[in-house]
């Protein structure tokens, strides 16, 4: 689930609480919390910073409140997080099921359940059919629909069927287009129409808003610029940020690239020979325009490059000035990126779905660990994923189903290739 805000933790009162603890004090003060609030994506992202900081007293406070109150959707959802970033999976399956039992209409935990069934798939095989019968239910047509049974197959070992896959994905993509334009949009879908299912052709972007205002045009072009560059693209390295880059040597081949892609504005001085120098276009995430001078400032070409943001964006007053110089994703272009991946995805994952398969562009992956447990996080600095983004699913997804899907992926070693 989106939030429109990401507190951080020592802004809340409970946040206060637990820091002044004294560590025996702690559990009883997470377990005395949880039963009393409502499940939101503020309140499990603050909680969950919390326990980063005391792991073994939030979770001993986490499992007296899931016995105290076992039908409660906050606590639940904390447990499932804590077993998926602990990737026990079989846990995280029962919890997707209980939770599903107390309300079958819950299409985010049909989605938890069937991603956990992608990453580790049940050993009898009727619990994992009932469990994608019941996760699909939610998905009666459509394009999640046919991503979630591509990506299956691909988990129980077969080669899928894309002929529907790819054709949905046109259809759906041409949907993008706002009909604001009249003859514009013509040209446009005769363009989206004529091209082969596996190759999208963005010759211009879709549109966020009819164009009522200067700043809302400005915003059109430089969306459009963005999509033209992509679409001009012969070939595209996407650089994550895992420490996996360190030591690989790969800087002159990133570099190498038609287009150079980088998550999160990372720090380039000092590392070219592993990571490269060249960045064409930035993605990061919309939660990072509440420190975006800072991290401009990590190079001087940062504020002139081309950007684009995805997620939820958390932008208190003041805005930076020159904040809206880079665009965030139409909403109809996250829910396209969402139905061929999940919604909570990271930078790294939005960036590979809409490179290589709304694109259609090769694209070659270098630098995503996706925050494996114990390691530092970024290359440059220590760094700690979300709760809700899937980490495991989204290695899965980028080493075992998006070269399925579309065999011009490939990984470096840096990125599990």
Not at 363 to 378: M, Q, T, V, W
Request: with cysteine; proline share 8%.
């Amino acid at each position: 689930m989106k939030a429109a805000t990401f507190p951080r933790s020592p802004a809340h009162p409970f946040a206060k609480r637990f820091a002044a603890a004294g560590p025996a004090e702690r559990a009883e003060l997470v377990a005395a919390f949880l039963p009393a609030q409502q499940r939101s994506r503020a309140i499990a992202d603050m909680l969950w910073n919390l326990r980063l900081t005391d792991p073994a007293a939030f979770d001993a406070g986490l499992d007296v409140a899931a016995a105290r109150v076992p039908g409660h959707l906050l606590v639940l959802g904390l447990l499932a997080e804590r077993e998926a970033r602990e990737e026990r999976h079989d846990d995280a399956k029962a919890l997707a099921r209980k939770v599903l039992r107390l309300n079958a209409s819950l299409t985010e935990w049909r989605r938890y359940l069937a991603r956990s069934q992608l990453v580790a798939p049940s050993a009898d095989l009727k619990e994992r059919e009932a469990d994608w019968q019941l996760a699909l239910a939610a998905f009666p047509q459509g394009l999640p629909r046919l991503a979630l049974l591509a990506q299956r197959a691909i988990a129980d070992g077969h080669t899928p069927d894309l002929s529907a896959f790819d054709a949905q994905l046109v259809r759906e993509a041409a949907a993008l287009v706002s009909p604001q334009d009249g003859a514009a949009d013509a040209i446009w879908l005769r363009k989206l129409r004529a091209v082969l299912s596996r190759s999208l052709v963005f010759a211009r972007g879709p549109a966020a808003l009819p164009a009522a205002s200067a700043d809302e045009t400005a915003a059109r072009e430089r969306l459009t610029a963005i999509y033209q560059a992509l679409h001009a693209a012969r070939d595209v390295a996407l650089v994550g940020n895992a420490p996996t880059l360190t030591g690989s040597g790969a800087g002159a081949e990133i570099d190498g690239h038609d287009l150079v892609v980088r998550c999160n504005y990372p720090v380039l001085a000092g590392f070219a020979a592993d990571v490269g120098t060249r960045a064409d276009l930035i993605l990061f995430h919309g939660a990072k325009r509440r420190r975006l001078a800072q991290l401009l400032a990590r190079d001087p070409r940062y504020p002139a490059l081309p950007a684009l943001s995805s997620g939820p964006t958390a932008a208190p007053p003041p805005v930076p000035p020159d904040a809206e110089a880079r665009p965030a994703a139409p909403a109809s272009l996250e829910r396209f990126v969402d139905g061929l991946c999940y919604e909570a995805r990271t930078t790294g994952l939005f960036g590979a779905v809409l490179i290589a398969l709304v694109f259609g562009k090769p694209l070659r992956l270098y630098g995503f660990d996706f925050f494996r447990p114990g390691e530092a996080g970024h290359y440059y600095g220590k760094a700690a994923a979300a709760p809700h983004h899937d980490l495991a699913y989204e290695r899965w997804y980028l080493a075992r189903a998006l070269p399925v899907l579309r065999p011009s992926v490939t990984l470096h070693s840096s990125a599990g290739g």
